[in-house]
């Protein structure tokens, strides 16, 4: 018969274990990079288990996340231009541009997440 409750909730034994600064940075670096957390990446690694194949969270590419900030920063200031502006055609353009700039946000992060938009 199988167990009822989720598998978090049957894990009430809390193991500890002491690492060096130097451990632990390697340690979670390694669980951010797989995507899982520290808990699990020892639990899978001692116990010689895979990880799901869904991960809490995919590896993020931190360059793409770098172009990610400029392009908010590019696009907070056409905004605030925007709303300076008196002319309205000029300002219609303004905003135009700005709509292009999150479509190109929104396809970088896409790809920054590994997927497809």
Known sequence: MSKSGSEKR?????????FTDAEAVLIRDQ???T?????????????HQHPPKSSRTPPLD??????M?????????????????????????IVDAAHRDLADMRAAL????????
């Open 62 to 67: 931190r360059e793409a996340a770098a172009q």
């Open 69 to 93: 900030i400029g392009k908010l920063g590019q696009v907070a200031g056409a905004l605030r231009a925007a709303a300076d502006q008196a002319d309205e055609v000029q300002c219609a353009a």
């Open 31 to 33: 669980a951010a990079r």
């Open 110 to 117: 896409f790809e920054a997440l590994g997927r497809l938009p």
């Open 10 to 18: 049957q894990r009430a034994i809390s193991l500890k274990a002491r």
């Open 35 to 47: 995507g899982v957390s520290v808990a699990a990446l020892i639990r899978y690694a001692v116990l």
